[in-house]
């Protein structure tokens, strides 16, 4: 650092404002100094700067499964966020999401000595874990799990989604509305099939009408077969998520039974391909990058020791050619 100073005419402290974005450097000697670097070939040492300032510019980002698309969309707006601020990103995949992992993950950051860490945490366990491992770091809970208000936390709204597919589907005369859900420990899945539960019409049987699924297409395949055996099969199904919704689209195109106007079909998510389906899905579209974003920010406000507070990014309903006025 004392090099680019000297080059550049400025203090090494000037040099360090630059290198931090401080606001106080006029422009013409941001340039001096950026042209000083670049000459100099100069690269800043985190670790020494680590030491004086006591804060790395890192965070560290822990998540239950990578292969999902909610995860993977969100970790894109962490990561673009946190270098929008000056920050990069140290990411752990959780393989169990049990104590003991979740322990070994967050100790690993610790040494890496990050400013913060965000924990998308699909399970209980996970959520659990994660709040008993960071005590005493700024945390961000990325969960559908109550708020405990000792965390920032935050999630797309589960619930308010479910509500405006079950209004779409009540409101085209349906009263037989079938659930595929999730797996049973995932937090997303039971915010889902809680809110299903609470918008069924008077009187619908419950236990009749509900498969559990597990993410995948061949869940929803296998399910929806099930429920087509039952003695009243519904006149409309929702799929927890999209996946499982294409497999619900191919049993019952299988089983010749046009969609929507023998059973209309709705998912969750809007992946990639929800609009090419046969017929194209209706859907909750889910903006994760908004959700990393905001996760984001969030941590920043822990950092800066403000408190705890809740987050619930919205969602929209996507009608497409899935659904249709009950027959």
């Given at each position: 650092?004392a090099?680019?100073?000297?080059?550049?005419?400025?203090?090494?402290?000037?040099?360090?404002?630059v290198?931090?974005?401080?606001?106080?450097?006029?422009?013409?000697?941001?340039?001096?100094?950026?042209?000083?670097?670049?000459k100099?070939?100069?690269?800043?040492?985190?670790?020494?700067?680590a030491l004086?300032?006591?804060?790395?510019?890192t965070i560290?980002v822990?998540?239950s499964?990578?292969?999902?698309?909610?995860?993977?969309?969100?970790l894109?707006?962490?990561?673009?966020?946190?270098?929008?601020?000056?920050?990069?990103?140290?990411?752990?995949?959780?393989q169990?999401?049990?104590?003991?992992?979740?322990?070994?993950?967050?100790?690993?950051f610790?040494a890496?000595?990050?400013?913060?860490?965000?924990?998308?945490?699909?399970?209980?366990?996970?959520v659990?874990?994660?709040?008993?491992?960071?005590?005493?770091?700024?945390?961000?809970?990325v969960?559908?799990?109550?708020?405990?208000?000792?965390?920032?936390?935050?999630?797309?709204?589960?619930?308010?989604?479910?509500?405006?597919?079950?209004?779409?589907?009540?409101?085209?005369?349906?009263?037989?509305?079938?659930?595929?859900?999730?797996?049973?420990?995932?937090?997303?899945?039971?915010?889902?099939?809680?809110?299903?539960?609470?918008?069924?019409?008077?009187?619908?049987?419950?236990?009749d009408?509900?498969?559990?699924?597990?993410?995948?297409?061949?869940?929803?395949?296998?399910?929806?077969?099930?429920?087509?055996?039952?003695?009243?099969?519904?006149?409309?199904?929702?799929?927890?998520?999209?996946?499982m919704?294409f497999?619900?689209?191919r049993?019952?195109?299988?089983?010749?039974?046009?969609?929507?106007?023998?059973?209309?079909?709705?998912?969750?998510?809007?992946?990639?391909g929800?609009?090419?389906s046969?017929p194209?899905?209706?859907?909750?579209?889910?903006?994760h990058?908004?959700?990393?974003v905001?996760?984001?920010?969030?941590?920043?406000?822990?950092i800066?020791g403000?408190?705890?507070?809740?987050?619930q990014?919205?969602?929209?309903?996507?009608?497409?050619?899935?659904?249709?006025?009950?027959?």
């Open positions: 650092m090099s680019v100073a000297a080059a550049a005419g400025v203090s090494q402290q000037t040099v360090s404002r290198l931090n974005n401080h606001p106080s450097v006029s422009a013409k000697t941001k340039q001096k100094v950026r042209e000083a670097i670049e100099m070939q100069y690269r800043p040492n985190p670790a020494a700067r004086v300032t006591g804060n790395s510019q560290g822990l998540v499964s990578t292969t999902l698309s909610g995860p993977a969309g969100a894109l707006g962490i990561e673009q966020m946190a270098r929008a601020r000056g920050y990069w990103v140290s990411m752990a995949g959780l169990s999401g049990q104590p003991i992992e979740v322990a070994d993950v967050v100790s690993h610790f890496q000595g990050v400013d913060g860490i965000i924990a998308i945490a699909q399970t209980q366990i996970a659990d874990a994660t709040v008993k491992a960071c005590e005493g770091i700024p945390t961000v809970l969960t559908s799990g109550p708020f405990s208000g000792e965390h920032h936390a935050l999630d797309i709204d589960q619930a308010d989604g479910v509500r405006q597919l079950m209004t779409l589907l009540r409101g085209l005369g349906h009263r037989r509305i079938a659930h595929i859900t999730g797996p049973a420990d995932d937090l997303h899945a039971n915010a889902r099939a809680d809110a299903w539960r609470s918008c069924l019409p008077d009187g619908q049987s419950i236990e009408l509900c498969v559990q699924g597990d993410w995948s297409a061949r869940s929803g395949y296998s399910a929806t077969m099930s429920l087509l055996t039952r003695d009243q099969p519904p006149t409309a199904i929702f799929a927890g998520n999209d996946r919704a497999g619900v689209l049993a019952l195109n299988e089983c010749g039974i046009s969609v929507p106007h023998g059973i209309s079909v709705v998912g969750f998510d809007d992946i990639e929800s609009d090419c046969i194209p899905l209706t859907t909750i579209r889910q903006n990058s908004a959700l990393g905001a996760a984001m920010e969030l941590l920043l406000e822990a800066d403000q408190p705890a507070r809740r987050l990014i919205p969602s929209q309903l996507v009608v497409r050619a899935s659904t249709a006025q009950a027959s």
